[in-house]
């Protein structure tokens, strides 16, 4: 058996940085330049980019993911994952219970602190299981999931049919429509896997520069008669601090995303700085850009406007219907 495992990449001397799989079958990263040294039998010891080292067991005819993805590619996961649905959709949710434009987006800047605090496990160790506890509390009292195939469908179908009602669409289709959605970014991801980071990075640039258009668009049209701005710092009666905390719900459903990235960990180069270098720039990225998108929304509507038969259209949909 060779000293090190080996993986060739078309002609090229390039050493990649691998992964091996121990004799549980779980992945276990090699060093960055691909050196190992022998140990009794086929144990092998290794080292990641972070500087962690360990024991395992190889065969030549392991097969092991290279270490490709970098900061930039994590980041755009993260952002991908976090910019769906839920800012779109929920701000308007969020402000019939809140009752107050301040309050509600008070509450989005508040979801992207939770969020972070979400990293302090790996950034701060100490005291022992802090941010454990408190994420503990609040996914205990807050968390909450929802699918975005779901919305996906709803807000094609709706285009498809014009002016319909939501509730007049077929559930059956829209549920089919969902399903095919899934169905097809499932295999894409298995057959164009590579195509699929590369849109991946696409998809991240678009969604930043989405909200920053959707952002000026609120805000210019926060101008007009009859805008947002003349109830903005005005209380509806009713206020009531379940409803409040049901707000959060929501909020940090939209904040949901940016842990998924740890599934692909074994693929990741230096995953530990890689990881936490990328959370932390987007999750605040998102949280500044949720912020702008939130305040837009609220200043270029009333509250009537937003929570009353609009509610079900989604927020974004409105301001595109009076802006665009």
């Known amino acids: 058996m060779a000293d090190s495992p080996r993986i060739d990449d078309a ?18 990263p090699n060093t960055h330049n691909g050196q190992s040294r022998q140990t009794d039998s086929n144990e092998q010891h290794y080292s990641d980019g972070d500087g962690a080292s360990f024991h395992s067991n190889w065969t030549e005819s392991t097969t092991v993911p290279l270490r490709r993805l970098g900061f930039v590619q994590c980041s755009a996961l993260m952002i991908n994952q976090m910019i769906g649905t839920g800012i779109f959709t929920l ?57 975005n195939c779901i919305v996906f469908a709803s807000y094609a179908l709706q285009i498809a049919h014009g002016d319909a009602a939501a509730s007049t669409i077929d559930d059956r289709l829209l549920r089919f429509i969902a399903v095919v959605v899934q169905t097809t970014v499932c295999l894409l991801l298995y057959f164009l896997r590579k195509f699929c980071f590369v849109a991946n990075n696409i998809f991240a640039l678009f969604k930043i520069i989405l909200l920053l258009v959707i952002a000026g668009a609120g805000f210019c049209a926060s101008s007009w008669p009859s805008s947002g701005t003349s109830d903005f710092s005005a209380h509806e009666p009713g ?86």
């Open 91 to 147: 701000p308007g949710v969020v402000l019939l219970l809140t009752k107050s434009k301040p309050i509600a987006i008070a509450l989005w800047a508040v979801g992207g602190i939770y969020s972070l605090l979400r990293l302090l496990d790996e950034t701060f160790p100490t005291p022992d299981l802090l941010a454990a506890v408190i994420f503990s509390f609040f996914w205990i009292l807050l968390g909450s999931t929802s699918g």
């Open 239 to 324: 206020v009531d601090i379940i409803d409040q905390l049901s707000a959060m719900v929501y909020i940090l459903y939209s904040y949901q995303g940016w842990e998924h990235t740890n599934y692909i960990a074994g693929e990741i180069k230096a995953p530990k700085k890689t990881l936490r270098n990328a959370a932390f720039f987007s999750v605040g990225l998102v949280t500044i850009l949720y912020i702008l998108v939130s305040s837009a929304f609220y200043t270029f509507a009333t509250y009537h406007d937003i929570t009353g038969p609009n509610l079900t259209m989604g927020t974004a949909a409105l301001l595109g219907q009076r802006v665009f």
């Open 11 to 28: 002609g090229s001397n390039e050493t990649h940085e691998l992964n091996t799989i121990g004799v549980n079958g779980s992945f276990r």
